[in-house]
């Protein structure tokens, strides 16, 4: 038996990459899924899951930008599998951009492109999720970060001079995580996030260029293993660990952090 064995799973923009990671390891654990993503090719990832895994896998096609759409996917969903255990707010993009030389037009069309998609999509997974999380008696938000706000010791924070905007998408997502973390704390629901260095992606292969050779991909983690990742945060459990950015990185091992020690709070 699995360890998700019983509980539904939702993951957003799960055609490839990260998201189909997670859908996979939460199927090979047992899991029922839905998924999204604004590529068709989602449906094929579903029906390939189902088949390998003999586990229940349904597919949506939906741009996390677009609030009708969200909410139309998590609620159905919930509907349909009768209710949501787990969330992973994973769907995400990137472009390359520069404060001194974007004209003003492409400044404004990124940020609405990857503010939209990586906030705000975060933001409406999980304000529509919440509820029936909470109706569940509990459960599991994980929203995808990344490492530029969490780097292991002796680093700075950030991902380069190309990446103003994107890194401001995902650096609100930690205003989500810690708000939500707080606020649901006593309703049994843990959110956290997982902040990845460099994992073998379209979205990081794009990212990378020319830069990324065999020798440079053979270095960087994989969907697998950060599923696997995710299986650990979940198995902790009710008493697991809640409201915490969990950085990975290249050469360190894959593994959760000792919890964060819980601090006195400033703030209701």
């Not at 997974?125 to 929203?143: E, F």
């Not at 994992?199 to 270095?219: H, K, Q, W």
């Not at 952090?257 to 601090?263: M, N, Q, S, Y």
Request: one cysteine or more; hydrophobic letters at 45%.
């Amino acid at each position: 038996m699995g360890s998700c064995e019983g509980k539904v799973a939702l993951v957003t923009g799960a055609a490839v990459g990260l998201g189909r990671g997670f859908a996979t390891a939460l199927a090979q654990a047992g899991a029922e899924v839905a998924i999204c993503d604004v590529k068709p090719g989602v449906h094929d990832v579903a029906a390939a899951l189902a088949s390998a895994t003999g586990r229940r896998v349904e597919s949506w096609v939906a741009d996390v930008r677009v609030p009708e759409q969200v909410r139309g996917f998590v609620d159905e969903a919930a509907a349909r599998f009768g209710g949501l255990d787990i969330v992973v707010a994973n769907a995400g993009v990137w472009r390359p951009t520069n404060a001194l030389t974007d004209p003003w037009d492409k400044a404004l069309d990124d940020w609405s492109y990857l503010v939209d998609t990586n906030l705000r999509g975060v933001f409406l997974t999980g304000r529509a999720a919440i509820g029936h999380l909470v109706a569940r008696g509990g459960g599991n938000l994980v929203n995808i970060a990344t490492d530029h706000i969490c780097p292991p010791a002796g680093f700075d924070t950030g991902g380069g001079t190309r990446m103003d905007v994107y890194d401001a998408s995902k650096w609100g997502i930690n205003g989500l995580t810690q708000a939500w973390a707080k606020l649901l704390r006593d309703k049994g629901v843990r959110v956290n996030a997982l902040c990845m260095d460099a994992t073998d992606s379209e979205m990081v292969r794009f990212a990378s260029g020319d830069r990324a050779t065999p020798e440079v991909i053979a270095r960087w983690m994989t969907p697998a293993q950060l599923g696997g990742l995710l299986l650990d945060l979940l198995d902790e459990g009710p008493e697991g660990r809640t409201g915490e950015n969990i950085g990975v990185w290249m050469g360190h091992p894959i593994v959760l952090p000792p919890r964060a020690e819980v601090l006195p709070r400033r703030h209701p």
